[in-house]
């Protein structure tokens, strides 16, 4: 059964850190681009950073340039987003996703509609 598990996520301080990981079961990780998406009530979905199969291409939302950094380990079937500087706008649902097609252009985060497989999400609150 193919599937994605989002986990790290909770409650934080503004200028707090939390690390994300996506496990992957059911397939092989190293075959796909990994994206990380978050939702806000009320929001629609957005990208936040994408990591290509092997890591050469590396893209980041302009909110979160500087603050977050992707990172995977291909070895553990594994992916983070690592992040840094929280602020309430953070506040949101984060999801991974991949597909293998995703994150191949340096400057572009893939739609989530070009995404093969999600996550249930992991909600991340940002607040004082």
């Known amino acids: 059964q193919v599937q994605l598990v989002e986990s790290g996520g909770g409650l934080v301080q503004p200028g707090g850190s939390l690390r994300l990981s996506c496990a992957a079961s059911?397939?092989?990780?190293?075959?796909?681009?990994i994206g990380w998406f978050r939702q806000a009530p009320g929001k629609e979905r957005e990208g936040v950073s994408c990591i290509s199969r092997r890591g050469s291409v590396i893209n980041y939302a302009r909110s979160v340039k500087g603050r977050f950094t992707i990172s995977r380990d291909n070895n553990k079937n594994l992916a983070y987003l690592q992040m840094n500087s929280l602020n309430p706008e953070d506040t949101a649902t984060y999801y991974c996703a991949a597909d293998t097609t995703a994150c191949r252009v340096s400057g572009t985060l893939p739609s989530p509609n070009g995404m093969l497989y999600w996550g249930k999400g992991t909600p991340v609150t940002v607040s004082s």
């Open positions: 059911g397939f092989t990780l190293d075959a796909y681009a």
